[in-house]
């Protein structure tokens, strides 16, 4: 005979455990790489090439998180429409496109050094 499984046990529970689970598991391989080959860099998610902190980045971070949690929230609780998974997929694919083919900014000059030598 089989026992009854407890009441907490649902299919939303074993599916945010499950993403959790992979989430930690993903995290933890970047981690283990990055310390292994230095070939990722942490700050590079929110820096720009000045190493001080992007606030575009910052934020298309934020969006994506909060974005990518709303979407998890909705699948799981079986609310999600295609509409929704193509509003989410054309924005951050378009964005994604959008930052990879559109053209650089020109750079500012160099700001020259102060000098006090006539």
């Keep these: 005979m089989i026992p009854a499984l407890p009441?907490?046990?649902s299919r939303e529970n074993v599916a945010i455990a499950f993403l959790f689970l992979a989430a930690?598991?993903?995290f933890a391989y970047i981690a283990?790489?990055?310390?292994?080959?230095e070939l990722i860099r942490w700050t590079d998610v929110i820096t720009g090439d000045n190493g001080r902190i992007a606030s575009t980045k910052a934020l298309q971070l934020m969006a994506f998180g909060l974005t990518g949690w709303g979407m998890v929230y909705l699948t799981?609780?079986?609310a999600a429409?295609?509409?929704e998974w193509t509003l989410f997929?054309?924005?951050w694919g378009g964005l994604a496109l959008g930052n990879k083919f559109a053209p650089a900014a020109p750079k500012p000059p160099p700001i020259p050094e102060h000098t006090d030598k006539p």
């Design 7 to 9: 009441e907490w046990v």
């Design 24 to 26: 930690t598991a993903f």
């Design 32 to 37: 283990w790489a990055a310390r292994r080959d």
């Design 76 to 78: 799981v609780t079986g």
């Design 81 to 83: 429409t295609p509409t």
């Design 89 to 91: 997929g054309g924005a």
